[in-house]
C-alpha cells in the first residue's frame, strides 16, 4: 500500500544519538499512529494523533516524541537513542470502513538499530 | 487498560489442514476486532475483522467466531495454502477501533 510511506526504512545509530522516523500518506485520513514492534510483543502504541492540534500518548511513549506537521506527515523522534529502543517502527493511518468502525493502514516500516 | 493474549505463539500444519488461532481479552466494553496478517518483512494488512453485535464472520477460507460472555474469539483457517504462512495479529478496541490493542502475534507455518 503504497498511500502510507516511511523514512528512512533502515536506520542504525549509536546511543546517545538524536534520530527523526518520518511518515507520510495521501489517503486523507486524519488519524495518524505510531506503533513500535518487537518479537514476541505484537505491536504496541507510541503515540497518536486524532488531527493536526491533537497529539496523544500511546502505551510506550517514554523516550519518544512526536510531531504532526500536517495532515499527511506525522513524525517520531528519539531525542537521545538507547539499544533497548532497537526495533521495527509502523506508522499507520486509520479510516471509517463499511463496517463503521475504523481500519488502521500501515506503513512499510523502519528497522532502527541502536548500537 | 485493555490486554490482550494470543494462543499459540507459533502454529505449524499441513497443506490443506485448518488452523486456529485463539485471542483473549480483558475489557468488556471492547466492540471491535480486526485481525491482521503479516508476511515476512511486509507490513500488517488487515485481512478480517468483527464488531461486538456479530458472533461470526466468514470471508472464502478465513472465519472469525466471537463469544462477549468469555471474552475471547478466535481466527480460523481453512483448507490452508503455502501463502497462508505468516505472522498473524488480533487486536481489541473499546472505541470503534480509533485505537488498538494487539495480540503479541502467531507465526503460523504451512508444510506443503
Known amino acids: 500500500d503504497a498511500d502510507v510511506t516511511q523514512t528512512p526504512r533502515n536506520r542504525i545509530t549509536k546511543t546517545g544519538k538524536r534520530i527523526m522516523l518520518e511518515c507520510s500518506q495521501t489517503?486523507?485520513?486524519?488519524?495518524m499512529y505510531w506503533y513500535r514492534q518487537d518479537p514476541g510483543l505484537g505491536l504496541r502504541l507510541i503515540y497518536y494523533s486524532f488531527d493536526v492540534k491533537d497529539i496523544n500518548k500511546g502505551e510506550i511513549s517514554d523516550g519518544y516524541s512526536v510531531s504532526r506537521q500536517a495532515q499527511a506527515k506525522f513524525s517520531l523522534s528519539l531525542e537521545s537513542a538507547i539499544p533497548n529502543q532497537t526495533a521495527l517502527y509502523f506508522c499507520a493511518t486509520s479510516d471509517f470502513a463499511l463496517s463503521g468502525m475504523r481500519t488502521q493502514y500501515f506503513g512499510p516500516g523502519t528497522r532502527l538499530t541502536v548500537l | 487498560g485493555e490486554n490482550v493474549e494470543q494462543h499459540p505463539s507459533t502454529l505449524s500444519v499441513q497443506e490443506g489442514d485448518s488452523a486456529v488461532i485463539k485471542c483473549t481479552y480483558s475489557?468488556?466494553?471492547?466492540?471491535?476486532f480486526p485481525w491482521y496478517k503479516q508476511e515476512l518483512g511486509k507490513r500488517p494488512q488487515l485481512i478480517i475483522d468483527i464488531r461486538s453485535n456479530v458472533g461470526e464472520k466468514k470471508d472464502q477460507r478465513i472465519a472469525v467466531t466471537l463469544n462477549k460472555t468469555a471474552k475471547h474469539f478466535s481466527l480460523h483457517i481453512t483448507e490452508t495454502q503455502p501463502e497462508d504462512s505468516a505472522v498473524y495479529f488480533c487486536?481489541?478496541?473499546?472505541?470503534?477501533?480509533?485505537?488498538?490493542?494487539f495480540g503479541g502475534g502467531t507465526r503460523l507455518m504451512v508444510k506443503p
Open positions: 489517503k486523507g485520513h486524519d488519524r
Open positions: 475489557d468488556s466494553a471492547s466492540n471491535y
Open positions: 487486536a481489541a478496541s473499546n472505541n470503534a477501533g480509533n485505537m488498538l490493542t
